[in-house]
Nanobody, 127 residues
Framework: QVQLQESGGGSVQSGGSLRLSCAAA?????????MGWFRQAPGTEREGVAA???????TYADSVKGRFTISRDNAKNTLYLQMNSLKPEDTAMYYC????????????????????WGQGTQVTVSS
């Protein structure tokens, strides 16, 4: 069982920045987990934002490439999402996700790829 807790959400103006954090508590080795960030706006499906594998390799949704950076600190069991140049369309609830299976693969952006989820943190970007 993995417990995930997101933090760092808030309200910012367009062009601003936020850094989300996700603290993981697990009986297993956090460093071996594939981790991801997802988001969901009202009335839409949950979508993958970025993922990072146990070897540090990363992948991003096209909509956030060049603006968002996913990283992990294995010593602190913490996942991060640095979000720069935020746009109103980035407004959503952001969720941290984890899975013990290595290799995010082509299906990384599908929620079914990940077994464990946090409660989410709200990000609101105003124009």
């Amino acid at each position: 069982q993995v417990q995930l807790q997101e933090s760092g959400g808030g309200s910012v103006q367009s062009g601003g920045s936020l850094r989300l954090s996700c603290a993981a508590a697990s009986a297993y080795t956090y460093s071996s987990y594939c981790m991801g960030w997802f988001r969901q706006a009202p009335g839409t499906e949950r979508e993958g934002v970025a993922a990072i594998d146990s070897d540090g390799s990363t992948t991003y949704a096209d909509s956030v490439k060049g603006r968002f950076t996913i990283s992990r600190d294995n010593a602190k069991n913490t996942l991060y999402l640095q979000m720069n140049s935020l746009k109103p369309e980035d407004t959503a609830m952001y969720y941290c996700a984890a899975d013990h299976r290595a290799g995010y693969g082509d299906s990384w952006s599908r929620p079914k790829r990940f077994n464990y989820w946090g409660q989410g943190t709200q990000v609101t970007v105003s124009s």
